[in-house]
């Protein structure tokens, strides 16, 4: 039976960005959260459902496509309809490109970009019944101007650009809209670890002076995922603060 409410998909739900766009689009959409840790999904569920909303946690390994692909397949079918996926989990492998092991560089892509297209693939054929959809991807300003020690994260970001424009040159004529999302330095637990000269090095080089918070990228997903939207498709927001411009 369908879902009353549009569903959305959003894949690294447990914690910093994505935490934050579940909980930016709680309110208007059924959410299913998707992440490895149950345990940390279901304080993100807790949350939402403190705020009066509703969010479907899924404990799935999006670096095993034929796991996230049926995933999407059981959402589907239990709701009826996907009209929302973003494509947010990724990780890092960093070092330096002449040192870089094979598997490091491998794991990275499988993640971070082959994951965001087997979930495009799935969540396309219910878009494409209901000629409607939006998807999300969550990219960086490493894909767009590099990173030194990120060679294999900056090649995953780079070729979700590619593949987002791609998509969403064959999903118009349904409807369906593909963005990109490119945070730039912000506040989370993967960077929180960094050094503090690191960070601010980093800060010198953001004209508005501060980090960008989870927030900031989830309110831009919101807009994008939301009705005002329409009429953009293939498109980068950079939420930077100015960095790479």
């Known amino acids: 039976m369908a879902n009353a409410k549009p569903v959305a998909y959003v894949t690294g739900g447990s914690r910093g960005i994505g935490a934050a766009i579940v909980q930016a689009l709680a309110a208007d959409y059924h959410v299913v959260a998707v992440a490895r840790s149950a345990e940390k999904l279901s304080a993100v569920a807790t949350a939402a459902a403190a705020l009066g909303h ?14 996230l692909a049926g995933s999407i397949e059981t959402v589907i079918e239990k709701h009826g309809r996907l009209d929302v996926l ?9 070092g330096l490109f002449m040192r ?8 990275v892509i499988r993640t971070n970009l082959k994951s965001a297209f087997v979930a495009a693939r799935a969540a396309a054929r219910a878009m494409i019944r209901a000629k409607f959809g939006r ?38 004529g349904k409807q369906i809209t ?26 010198d080089l953001i004209p508005l002076r501060r980090f960008g918070t989870p927030e ?8 994008l995922a939301g009705p005002h939207a329409g009429y953009i498709t293939g498109q980068v927001f950079v939420v930077d603060g100015g960095m790479s411009m």
């Open 86 to 94: 973003v494509n947010n989990a990724g990780i890092t492998r960093d």
């Open 178 to 203: 593909a963005n990109c999302v490119a945070p730039g330095f912000t506040t989370t637990d993967m960077t929180e670890v960094l050094p503090p000269q690191i960070k601010e090095k980093v800060l």
């Open 216 to 223: 900031d990228i989830a309110a831009m997903v919101a807009f």
């Open 100 to 107: 870089m092991d094979d598997a490091d560089f491998d794991e």
């Open 54 to 67: 509703n969010v479907e946690a899924m404990v799935v390994d999006i670096a095993d496509a034929a796991a």
């Open 135 to 172: 998807i999300i991807n969550i990219t960086s300003v490493s894909g767009i101007i590099g990173n030194a020690g990120q060679v294999n994260y900056s090649a995953s970001k780079a070729g979700l650009i590619g593949m987002t424009k791609s998509i969403a040159r064959e999903l118009a």
